[in-house]
């Protein structure tokens, strides 16, 4: 399964927009890039997922490079409630519902 | 619908003792994954059921087992615990090819 890279910690002023990047250039064809979020060890959050478009809901947006192998989340306006870790996940071909956590990214949303 | 529930919260055990963790999924959710959560090793995967079947497994020693019952849910069971055991258990169901829901999680002190 493909690995991502993430900075460990980002700042975001409460009420702007935050983006957050993935690394994941190990990527393959069929795998789709997930986000989830975990505030403060409670269980993780399911955000957003795609696999080649950009997506919308709302909570977020995701855009994904033309190739592929990064990707940006994007709270559009951040809240202090947004304080969390994201975690990127490139979801297994085979192994769907394996998945991959690593480090992720802290974001601090401050007033 | 209901979310995925876990139980119990908050356990503490002796080393050298076993434990068993309960996990309600979404209902018509058929796979239910277990993992383990620790702050030097961050997220794990440990296995995951499906329809009853371990379907993918994790790196973790024999200790760890699990099971699906025939309405779904699952328990999973540490034998013989040790200290490095201390963790957050969380389970996640989803239905087929979607995205994963986490539980609370059960918060296992080993001591």
């Known amino acids: 399964d493909a690995k991502t890279t993430q900075p460990p910690s980002m700042d975001c002023a409460e009420g702007r927009a935050a983006n957050l990047p993935c690394n994941h250039s190990?990527?393959?064809?069929?795998?789709?890039v997930y986000w989830y979020r975990q505030i403060h060890s409670q269980g993780p959050q399911y955000i957003i997922h795609g696999l080649k478009n950009n997506e919308t809901n709302e909570m977020a947006s995701l855009i994904i490079t033309e190739d592929r192998k990064s990707s940006t989340l994007i709270l559009p306006h951040a809240t202090l409630r947004d304080t969390a870790v994201y975690y990127c996940i490139v979801r297994g071909l085979y192994n769907f519902n394996k998945f991959y956590f690593g480090s992720g990214t802290k974001l601090n949303v401050k007033p | 619908k209901a979310g995925v529930t876990q139980t119990p919260r908050y356990l503490i055990k002796t080393r050298g003792q076993q434990v068993t963790l309960s996990c309600s999924p979404i209902?018509?959710?058929?796979?239910v994954s277990w993992y383990q959560q620790t702050p030097g090793q961050g997220l794990q995967f440990l296995f995951e059921?499906?329809?009853?079947?371990?379907?993918n497994k994790g790196n973790f020693p024999g200790r760890f087992s699990g099971r699906q019952f025939s309405n779904s849910r699952s328990e999973m069971n540490v034998s013989t615990l040790e200290l490095g055991d201390s963790a957050l258990y969380l389970c996640?169901?989803?239905?087929?090819?979607?995205?994963?829901?986490f539980g609370p999680g059960t918060r296992l002190t080993v001591t």
């Open positions: 996640a169901s989803s239905s087929l090819g979607y995205e994963q829901y």
């Open positions: 209902s018509g959710h058929r796979s």
């Open positions: 059921y499906f329809s009853e079947t371990q379907r």
């Open positions: 190990t990527i393959s064809g069929n795998e789709y």
